[in-house]
């Protein structure tokens, strides 16, 4: 979990014997284990109202194949214009080459 190793857990449990106590070292482990659980029950609880929040958000919406056609749908429409379309529409404008605007910068 931590990385922590058997040799690792028998020397901290050597030594929370020898800092506690032989008499107060069971208690302790009995409230840590409470704590534990309780922290875990709590966790799934914020898991578990987390998940119903967003799955009515998450059905909305599209799913990977819809959000692909759509955007092929889309894409293909684009092309059918052409790109001389698009030149064309710039040059009508006055934005293509040419125009006399000129941009000094310093």
């Known amino acids: 979990m931590f990385g922590i190793g058997l040799p690792e857990l028998m020397i901290i449990a050597g030594l929370a014997l020898i800092l506690i106590g032989p008499k107060k070292l ?23 109202t987390i998940f119903e929040e967003i799955k009515p958000i998450k059905d909305e919406l599209p799913d990977g194949r819809e959000l692909e056609e759509a955007l092929k749908k889309k894409f293909l429409e684009g092309e059918e214009e052409g790109p001389e379309a698009e030149e064309g529409k710039g040059a009508e404008k ?6 006399g605007t000129r941009v000094r910068s310093r």
């Open 26 to 48: 069971p208690g302790l482990a009995k409230s840590l284990g409470k704590t534990l659980g309780e922290l875990r029950k709590a966790t799934d609880d914020v898991k578990e």
């Open 94 to 99: 006055g934005k293509g080459r040419g125009t």
